[in-house]
């Protein structure tokens, strides 16, 4: 009986009072002035507390640059000189206006790092290093220019992550190690497991009917876009392109493995030198695999946490989308990984020994 009536009353009301106007927001920057007060206060519904302080701080830039503000916070406690990122949150219904701390300033602990990790690649990386540089650099280009607006402008998320990956394996590998057959035989290695990846992450992702609500962000995407984003590609896009930093590193080791093996071993065949990579790749996969299940369990570590605390309900947890989508998405990528060495071990022998100088000839070895 509630809701109808409810409705009722809804289609009742005028359509000005039906519509629901945001409230304006700006985030600005601003630094402490004066903490006037710092109490600890019990978190309502909880048997937890928490730091509170009263604030004043000046406004840094923005619109109300200069005017100094005080105002309550409850989020992470700041000290006197400290830089921080304002919220100022306007109310569309009276107009009143309320201030809190959105974030800490960290874009210069940021920039110094980025220092120091450019300063040490041109210290110990050299030219390849400088090269490696250059080649991350156009990536991040390629995705913020060419995946993120294609994917926002509603085209198929897969295609669009399979092809933006494929010009950043082709661009990034030429750029780092030139022009050869070697690079071109990691090149086209690279290209077929990612390939072969999307498709079976189209199918796993599918056969485990997964939603790609599977983190607050992608809630929050759906709803800023109106629900008009597709967050089961965006999930398969995320795993194409997760899985191409150590990707790199597989291919290029096991098509310059193979590079080595024929100058090394001109007397060897190819079947010979397959077989003698292939040993070596297998060595590469297990380093590699456990590495990629690490990086994720250590992204991950809050979430293992909650299912530490509630082992009772174990395959009720691992069943839930977020743990499924992470346990996928490290299945994919091995399987990624492990289809690497094989495919490009391959490609190499054919490509490399094609052309290489000393390569055998014929199909048996002299001893």
């Not at 600005?28 to 302080?53: P, S, W």
């Not at 984003?229 to 191409?244: F, K, R």
């Not at 071993?265 to 003698?276: N, S």
């Not at 990579?277 to 297998?282: D, E, S, T, Y």
């Amino acid at each position: 009986m509630l809701v109808p009536l409810l409705l009722s009353l809804a289609l009742a009301l005028p359509a000005s009072a039906q519509t629901l106007l945001p409230d304006t927001e700006t985030l600005q920057k601003a630094r402490v002035i004066d903490v006037v007060d710092e109490r600890i206060e019990a978190v309502v519904g909880t048997a937890l507390t928490a730091t509170v302080q009263t604030l004043t701080a000046e406004v840094l830039d923005g619109p109300e640059r200069g005017e100094t503000v005080t105002f309550r916070n409850d989020f992470t406690q700041l000290t006197a000189g400290e830089t921080f990122f304002l919220r100022h949150r306007t109310s569309a219904v009276d107009g009143t206006d309320a201030y809190s701390v959105a974030d800490p300033y960290r874009l210069d602990v940021l920039l110094i790092v980025l220092a120091v990790f450019i300063g040490l690649i041109f210290a110990f990386g050299g030219m390849q290093g400088i090269r490696g540089l250059v080649a991350l650099a156009g990536s991040l280009v390629l995705i913020v220019y060419a995946l993120l607006p294609g994917i926002i402008a509603g085209y198929p998320p897969l295609p669009i992550a399979l092809g933006v990956s494929s010009l950043i394996i082709i661009a990034g590998s030429y750029v780092t190690h030139g022009f050869n057959r070697t690079t071109t035989a990691a090149i086209l290695g690279m290209i077929a497991t990612v390939v072969l990846t999307g498709l079976a992450a189209w199918y796993v992702v599918g056969a485990a009917a997964l939603s790609g609500y599977n983190s607050e962000d992608s809630t929050f995407l759906h709803f800023q876009f109106q629900g008009e984003l597709d967050l089961v590609g965006i999930l398969m896009s995320g795993i194409i392109i997760g899985l191409l930093g150590v990707l790199y590193d597989v291919a290029i080791g096991q098509a310059v493995a193979v590079e080595e093996l024929m100058s090394a071993g001109a007397h060897l065949t190819k079947a010979e030198i397959y077989r003698k990579a292939l040993r070596i790749g297998r060595e590469h996969i297990g380093a590699l695999v456990n590495t990629l299940a690490i990086a994720y369990v250590g992204a991950a570590l809050p979430l293992l946490l909650l299912f530490y605390g509630a082992m009772d309900r174990a395959a009720y947890i691992i069943n839930g989308e977020v743990f499924a989508t992470e346990i996928l998405r490290i299945l994919l990528s091995g399987c990624g990984i492990i289809l690497a060495v094989p495919i490009t071990t391959a490609l190499a022998v054919m490509l490399v020994g094609s052309g290489a100088p000393g390569a055998p000839r014929h199909g048996h070895s002299h001893r």
